[in-house]
């Protein structure tokens, strides 16, 4: 994009003002697919009122960008991200200060890097809904917030018993754990009465299932292993129905074969990392995901150093799974935002093509969070946009080349 071109012009020469914004002369990735020839935007408010190819038909605005041969796609959406700081919230004082320090900055380094919406799966509750609500009412600056409140797991599973083993005070925040059917329902309509996005349940941790009495997580943190408790199925049945009663998505935790398709049969509408630490050989495995409409979300900026993590992602995509952008980004490795496009370039190491990895962050996302306003540039569609300066469908990188967001109609980030 020419940065001697005027940013923001007025439309008097141009005719009658009839839109808030216009983003003229843009190639378009519209959450889907590639339009052909350049394309104007027009926005009023929160929404994208008319996409028109150019110059044919010429929309006007009382403020408008030419986006002069860029490119225009919806924004960014990561559907698993941690955002609290699990290391440092230990007590009252110590989550004050990461909210008052660090929690405004690292908000605004999503939308810094193009993710305008991100979706919080394990933080502590009334935390991360404050945080919700502070960005809704625009006290803080960041992406629009999804979250799920507190991860549920089984008595002493994971992570409750692992990532939070030796700190019990952000343990009874972050996670939930339960040991009955009746336990599970209680939380969920709880978390349901709180107005949260969706229901995250967690039925195991991450590493292979011996097969044997004992369950062991074990992590290089963890050299020895931590004795596990797995999620019983009817425990994970019953999270799972009382989501769907209160019309919350549910999405579950898995690493294994088996535990991928307990959660599929107990009714859940995604999984959370997929098959990460064996081969996905189960063919009809796959075929139950597309039986039930199974979003798959593979996680690979923390699960690549698993050897199969990106070949069961080939074997599901090839198959026609539905695939949603998810770095399981967390405090303390890499940097929030940033994290989300190393995701979208692994996945496209792993095989995957740029247009794909494109619509599993978008259009994708958007069907994993039940939010079919966001991740699609259309009439009606929330103007949630990125206006890049090099065409990202054929080379994923060019999501770094980031010009302008928009945010709910409203410029968020200006890099001209």
């Given at each position: 994009?020419?940065?001697?071109?005027?940013?923001i012009a007025?439309?008097?020469?141009?005719?009658?003002?009839?839109?808030?914004?216009?983003i003229?002369r843009?190639h378009?990735?519209?959450?889907h697919?590639?339009?052909?020839?350049?394309?104007?935007?027009a926005?009023d408010g929160?929404e994208?009122?008319?996409?028109?190819?150019a110059p044919?038909a010429?929309?006007g605005g009382?403020q408008e960008v030419?986006a002069?041969?860029?490119?225009?796609?919806p924004?960014l959406?990561d559907?698993?991200v941690h955002?609290?700081?699990?290391r440092?919230v230990?007590?009252?004082?110590?989550?004050?200060a990461?909210?008052e320090?660090?929690?405004?900055g690292?908000?605004?380094?999503?939308?810094d890097?193009?993710?305008?919406?991100i979706k919080?799966v394990?933080d502590?509750?009334?935390?991360?809904?404050?945080t919700?609500?502070g960005?809704a009412?625009?006290?803080?600056?960041?992406?629009?917030?999804?979250?799920t409140?507190?991860?549920?797991?089984?008595?002493?599973?994971?992570p409750?018993?692992?990532v939070?083993g030796?700190?019990?005070w952000?343990?009874?925040?972050f996670?939930?754990e339960?040991?009955?059917?009746?336990?599970i329902?209680?939380?969920?309509?709880?978390l349901a009465?709180?107005?949260v996005?969706?229901?995250k349940?967690?039925s195991?941790?991450?590493?292979a299932?011996?097969?044997?009495?004992t369950y062991?997580?074990q992590n290089?943190?963890?050299p020895?292993?931590?004795?596990l408790?797995?999620l019983p199925l009817d425990?994970?049945r019953a999270?799972?129905e009382t989501?769907?009663?209160?019309?919350?998505?549910?999405t579950?935790?898995?690493?294994?074969?088996?535990a991928?398709?307990?959660?599929?049969e107990?009714?859940?509408?995604g999984?959370?990392?997929g098959?990460?630490v064996?081969?996905?050989t189960d063919r009809?495995?796959?075929?139950?995901?597309l039986?039930r409409g199974?979003?798959y979300?593979?996680?690979?900026?923390?699960?690549?150093a698993?050897p199969?993590?990106?070949?069961n992602?080939?074997?599901?995509?090839?198959a026609?799974?539905?695939?949603?952008l998810?770095?399981?980004?967390?405090?303390?490795r890499?940097?929030?935002?940033a994290?989300?496009?190393?995701e979208a370039?692994?996945?496209?190491a792993?095989?995957?093509?740029?247009?794909q990895?494109l619509a599993?962050g978008t259009?994708g996302?958007s069907?994993?969070c039940a939010?079919?306003?966001?991740?699609?540039v259309?009439?009606?569609k929330?103007a949630d946009?990125l206006?890049l300066?090099?065409d990202?469908?054929?080379d994923?990188?060019?999501?770094?080349?980031l010009?302008m967001?928009?945010?709910?109609g409203?410029?968020?980030?200006?890099?001209?």
């Amino acid at each position: 994009m020419h940065q001697e071109a005027e940013a923001i012009a007025s439309a008097e020469a141009r005719g009658p003002a009839t839109h808030d914004l216009v983003i003229r002369r843009a190639h378009v990735f519209d959450g889907h697919r590639t339009l052909t020839g350049l394309h104007d935007i027009a926005i009023d408010g929160a929404e994208i009122a008319a996409v028109s190819a150019a110059p044919l038909a010429p929309l006007g605005g009382r403020q408008e960008v030419d986006a002069a041969g860029g490119w225009v796609m919806p924004g960014l959406i990561d559907t698993h991200v941690h955002f609290y700081d699990v290391r440092a919230v230990v007590d009252p004082d110590s989550m004050r200060a990461f909210e008052e320090n660090e929690l405004p900055g690292r908000l605004g380094l999503f939308l810094d890097h193009g993710v305008t919406t991100i979706k919080s799966v394990g933080d502590p509750t009334g935390g991360i809904l404050a945080t919700r609500a502070g960005i809704a009412a625009g006290t803080l600056r960041g992406p629009r917030l999804l979250a799920t409140g507190c991860g549920i797991t089984g008595r002493d599973g994971h992570p409750a018993a692992t990532v939070f083993g030796d700190n019990p005070w952000a343990r009874e925040r972050f996670t939930g754990e339960v040991d009955s059917v009746q336990e599970i329902r209680d939380l969920v309509h709880h978390l349901a009465d709180r107005e949260v996005d969706a229901v995250k349940l967690l039925s195991e941790g991450a590493c292979a299932h011996s097969g044997g009495p004992t369950y062991l997580w074990q992590n290089p943190v963890f050299p020895d292993g931590v004795e596990l408790e797995r999620l019983p199925l009817d425990i994970l049945r019953a999270g799972v129905e009382t989501g769907h009663e209160r019309g919350l998505r549910v999405t579950v935790h898995t690493t294994q074969q088996a535990a991928a398709r307990e959660a599929i049969e107990a009714g859940a509408d995604g999984l959370e990392h997929g098959v990460t630490v064996e081969p996905l050989t189960d063919r009809s495995l796959i075929d139950l995901m597309l039986e039930r409409g199974i979003t798959y979300t593979p996680t690979l900026w923390i699960d690549d150093a698993h050897p199969d993590a990106r070949r069961n992602l080939m074997e599901v995509s090839r198959a026609g799974v539905h695939i949603a952008l998810g770095s399981d980004t967390f405090s303390g490795r890499g940097l929030f935002g940033a994290n989300t496009l190393e995701e979208a370039e692994l996945m496209v190491a792993a095989g995957m093509t740029p247009t794909q990895v494109l619509a599993a962050g978008t259009s994708g996302a958007s069907r994993q969070c039940a939010r079919p306003d966001l991740g699609t540039v259309a009439e009606g569609k929330r103007a949630d946009l990125l206006v890049l300066n090099a065409d990202p469908t054929t080379d994923i990188g060019n999501l770094r080349d980031l010009s302008m967001v928009i945010l709910d109609g409203e410029l968020a980030v200006d890099k001209r």
